[in-house]
C-alpha cells in the first residue's frame, strides 16, 4: 500500500536521541506518508539478545512484525540500521522455516497475536528512495543543501549480510550519496564510510571504542565533509554524544557535526533546525543552526 507504513520507532530514536523520531514524523508528514507508529513495539534485542537467546529474539520480534500486520499494512518503517538488520533476519527466518514460524505463533497466541509472514521491513532511507522516489524529492527541496559537503556514514548494520539487506552494494554503497545529491548537497567520500561505528564495543572496552569512532570522524573531516549524516542511531550516539570521548581519548579536538538522515532531508525540506532538533545534539551544529534558521 503506497505511502502507508507501520512506523517502528525503535527505542533508541525515541529515547536517547528522540529528535531523530521527531524529525521522522515531520518529513512523513510533509511527503504524505501514511504511519502507523507502533507504540507497543519492544526493542529489537539489538545484535545481543539474537546472539545469547535466538529463540526469545524471534518470537520477541515476530510479535512486532504481527502487530504490524494486524494494522493491514505490508511494509514496516525502520529509522534505525541494527533495528532494519534484526527484524529483516528474524522475518526471513519466519518465511523461510515453517517450523521457526509455527513455534513463534504458539507463544503469540498466549496474547492474541498471530503472524502471517506478510509484512516486509524497510528503512526509512530506503523507503524515501524506492517508494517515494528521488526524483519526486527533488520537486520537494525548498532549500537545497549547496553550502554542505556531506560524509555519508553507512555503517555496518543498513549493508551487511547482504542476503538479509540487500539494497545497496556493500563494497560500494550508493544510496546515501545519491539522496545527498538529490537535496542538492555534496557528498564526501571516505574510506572508513561503510564501516562499523563501535557502538557494541563500547561496553567491553570504552578507550578503543572512542578511538575507532573518533577515527571515522576524522577520516571523513579530512576528506573535506563539514558534516556526517548516518542513517542508524545507535552511529549517532557512537559519533554525536560519544565524540568528547574519543577527543579525550585521542587527545585532540575533532568538531564534526553529526546528523540522522531524516534531519538531513529535513533542512532540504525547509524545516528550522530548531523543528528538527539540531540544538539538542552534543556537537552542535552551529554553522547549520545559523545559516538555516532563517
Not at 31 to 42: D, K, M, Q
Not at 106 to 112: E, M, R, T, V
Not at 126 to 140: F, H, M, P, S, T
Not at 151 to 174: E, W
Request: charged fraction near 20%; aromatic fraction near 6%.
Amino acid at each position: 500500500m503506497a505511502n502507508r507504513y507501520a512506523y517502528f520507532q525503535g527505542c533508541a530514536a525515541r529515547q536517547s536521541c528522540p529528535e531523530l523520531n521527531q524529525s521522522t514524523l515531520l518529513v512523513a508528514k510533509r511527503l504524505g506518508w501514511e504511519l502507523i507508529t507502533l507504540e507497543c513495539g519492544a526493542c529489537t534485542g539489538a545484535r545481543d539478545l539474537i546472539e545469547a537467546q535466538p529463540e526469545i529474539a524471534m518470537v520477541l520480534n515476530a510479535r512486532t512484525l504481527s502487530l504490524a500486520e494486524s494494522y493491514g499494512v505490508d511494509t514496516v518503517m525502520t529509522v534505525c540500521s541494527t533495528c532494519t538488520i534484526t527484524l529483516r533476519q528474524v522475518n526471513k527466518m519466519l518465511k523461510e522455516d515453517p517450523t521457526a514460524l509455527e513455534r513463534s505463533n504458539q507463544q503469540l497466541s498466549s496474547i492474541g497475536l498471530r503472524y502471517n509472514a506478510t509484512v516486509e521491513v524497510r528503512h526509512f532511507l530506503w523507503v524515501l528512495i524506492a517508494d517515494y522516489g528521488l526524483d519526486r524529492l527533488k520537486e520537494q527541496v525548498k532549500r537545497p543543501l549547496s553550502d554542505l559537503s556531506v560524509a555519508p556514514y553507512y555503517g555496518c548494520h543498513i549493508l551487511r549480510p547482504s542476503d538479509v539487506l540487500g539494497f545497496d552494494d556493500p563494497n560500494n554503497p550508493r544510496s546515501l550519496h545519491n539522496l545527498i545529491l538529490a537535496l542538492g548537497g555534496r557528498p564526501t567520500d571516505f574510506s572508513s564510510q561503510a564501516d562499523c561505528c563501535g557502538f557494541h564495543m563500547m561496553t567491553i572496552d570504552e578507550n578503543r571504542a572512542a578511538r575507532h569512532a573518533g577515527g571515522l570522524l576524522v577520516d571523513a573531516q579530512q576528506q573535506g565533509a563539514n558534516v556526517m549524516v548516518t542513517a542508524c542511531p545507535l552511529c549517532h550516539i557512537s559519533m554525536d554524544a560519544w565524540q568528547p570521548k574519543s577527543e579525550r581519548s585521542m587527545k585532540r579536538t575533532i568538531g564534526m557535526p553529526v546528523i540522522h538522515v531524516a534531519q538531513l532531508v529535513g533542512l532540504a525540506l525547509g524545516f528550522s533546525p530548531s523543528e528538527l532538533g539540531l540544538e539538542r545534539h552534543i556537537i552542535r551544529p552551529e554553522e547549520i543552526i545559523a545559516n538555516y534558521s532563517a
